[in-house]
């Protein structure tokens, strides 16, 4: 995969306080990258500092290649973003508003406009004032403007914040369809994680300024290993076969009997040992985690070991 973004060992530092603490990532062509992080982690901050609006204290960001410090045009010329909300002149349709933004970017046909409203799903009312727009055709029409030059890196700052379910549905689907079908990196923060669940091909998690995981979402939600329930009577016997031949197992009782965590190679061998004890197995039934849940066990566990 080609990678078009990459931070560089990044620091910020404001009045002696490090915000940002030496964090590295690269963000590939065609995927939606998400950027996941407690309020005051250091998210908007770092997307600042990837879309030129605030100076790095040391290390770098490169977009195609090319430096922020020291190849800031060129660098910036591939992004489209959107940090916090879209901004607009309300009293102007959102086609004129498309129109005055084009006059900054060279060679902006207004086939390249129209392409670019029909992507947006703003056909039927672009020629209405802006005023009028719902919450989500705002954020459609930010999507639009930050589109029209075709950049290869799409930042999006907490783009479905007020949204209704159905506006954030349409977001989620835009997104992933520019990352397909553009090829485009997408770049996504946002406090929603069931969104960035069926959103994100990847997560970054950021703590207290530091980078402390980045993987692909279904391998962090799942990882090798699951959390079964095992419906067994008499449980007794089950948890005594279990801690004598898997003491290091983490086993917990469930109102059907048994939790624990366990690769799914190990499930057969289980269900032998209870079958010989003549233990009865009535049931086992993965215990699915979410992103959340992934989400704050890591965060919680980097917070005791922060105070240890």
């Not at 990459?6 to 950027?35: A, C, H, M, W, Y």
């Not at 489209?80 to 508003?97: H, R």
């Not at 006059?103 to 947006?120: A, F, N, P, W």
Request: net charge neutral.
């Amino acid at each position: 995969m080609e990678t078009v973004v990459e931070l560089k060992n990044v620091t910020k530092v404001i009045k002696g306080r490090t915000i940002i603490d030496n964090i590295s990532f690269q963000v590939n062509k065609g995927e939606v990258f998400g950027f996941l992080g407690p309020n005051g982690a250091g998210k908007t901050t770092t997307i600042r500092m990837i879309v030129g609006l605030m100076g790095m204290t040391s290390g770098d960001i490169l977009i195609k290649g090319s430096s922020i410090k020291n190849h800031f045009e060129d660098a910036v010329s591939h992004i489209g973003a959107i940090v916090e909300n879209p901004e607009m002149y309300k009293f102007l349709s959102g086609y004129q508003n498309l129109i005055h933004y084009a006059r900054m970017s060279k060679g902006i046909t207004k086939e390249k406009i129209d392409e670019t409203v029909k992507l947006v799903g703003l056909t039927d009312r672009i020629h209405d004032k802006v005023k009028t727009y719902s919450l989500g055709m705002r954020q459609r029409l930010g999507l639009a403007q930050c589109l029209l030059h075709d950049p290869e890196v799409l930042i999006l700052d907490e783009p479905t914040n007020g949204l209704d379910p159905a506006g954030i549905r349409e977001i989620r689907d835009y997104l992933r369809l520019l990352a397909r079908k553009k090829n485009m990196a997408v770049i996504v923060s946002s406090h929603l994680l069931s969104e960035m669940e069926m959103m994100c091909d990847r997560i970054g998690i950021i703590q207290n300024g530091k980078l402390i995981d980045v993987q692909l979402v279904q391998e962090f939600v799942h990882g090798s290993e699951g959390t079964y329930e095992f419906e067994v009577v008499p449980s007794e016997r089950a948890l005594s076969i279990i801690q004598l031949n898997f003491p290091d197992l983490h086993v917990t009782r469930s109102s059907n009997g048994i939790s624990l965590g366990v690769s799914k190679e190990e499930i057969p061998v289980l269900v032998k040992l209870f079958v010989e004890a003549e233990i009865q197995v009535f049931g086992i039934k993965e215990q699915a985690k979410t992103l959340e849940d992934r989400f704050l066990e890591v965060t919680s566990a980097k917070e005791t070991l922060g105070r240890v």
